[in-house]
């Protein structure tokens, strides 16, 4: 059974809005959890990732645009996605670093 599960994913107008949510079968402290997104033919970019303390870090391209938060109590990560452009379509990923595990993925397509 797959440890990482996630949710949210559509299609949106560029400019739109998703909010993506990562769950686990196996408890995880927030500080171990980041987002990663993959397009065909490209290696998979982490996007998002919590540290220690509750501070974030972003890759460059989402920043201003991206929140992660997560909730250890009830043992989810999310993903806020605001003003998406059509560049942000792929396949988004919740990891685990401490366990280095993987969901299925959802994805999410920007198309006007």
């Known amino acids: 059974q797959m440890q990482l599960a996630e949710s949210g994913g559509g299609l949106v107008q560029p400019g739109g809005s998703l909010k993506l949510t990562c769950t686990s079968s196996?408890?995880?402290?927030?500080?171990?959890m980041g987002w990663f997104r993959q397009t065909p033919g490209n290696q998979r970019e982490l996007i998002a990732r919590i540290i220690d303390y509750g501070g974030t870090i972003y890759h460059e391209s989402v920043k201003g645009r991206f929140t992660i938060s997560g909730d250890n109590g009830k043992q989810m990560v999310y993903l806020q996605m605001n003003n998406l452009k059509p560049e942000d379509t792929a396949l988004y990923y919740c990891h685990n670093f401490r366990d280095r595990t993987w969901g299925q993925g959802t994805q999410v397509t920007v198309s006007q």
């Open positions: 196996n408890r995880f402290t927030i500080n171990n």
